[in-house]
């Protein structure tokens, strides 16, 4: 008997542990929107980059995330900042639904290189048999 309320606290206290952490990533979802809505203007590549993974990390945990370079590139941006933000939060999480639709648990390989002032950002990973990309330059 006291093996069952020891398996049952057990299995409560890690139910509340994801219950806090979804309520953690809520917030910090809630808190990207509102950098994104409210502060307009211009802004750099690697806040583009980490606030759209940020909005995308729903469907990215799912496959085992994303791995940008250390170190992301801080060149401006000339696009309006929430259409930017949403494009990139868009083609990472398109990426990794289609993922798991394959029922690949790899995770997104990103880096971003400059061509011609032009920035491109490659999204790479693996599926069982075969290499499926997403780029737009």
């Known amino acids: 008997m006291l093996g069952n ?36 203007g211009r802004t750099s590549l690697a806040e583009i980059i980490t606030f759209g993974s940020e909005l995308a990390h729903h469907h990215t945990k799912l496959i085992g995330g994303v791995s940008w370079p250390d170190v992301l590139p801080s060149y401006p941006v000339v696009a309006a900042r929430s259409v930017a933000i949403s494009t990139v939060a868009a083609a990472l999480s398109a990426l990794a639904i289609s993922l798991q639709e394959h029922r690949s648990l790899t995770r997104i390989e990103a880096s971003v290189t400059m061509v011609d002032g032009v920035a491109h950002l490659r999204l790479a990973c693996e599926v069982p048999g075969a290499v499926f990309r997403l780029h737009r330059g």
């Open 5 to 40: 309320a020891v398996a049952a606290i057990d299995d409560l206290r890690t139910s509340i542990d994801s219950v806090v952490d979804a309520a953690e990533r809520m917030r910090a979802g809630i808190d990207v929107l509102g950098k994104v809505v409210v502060r307009g």
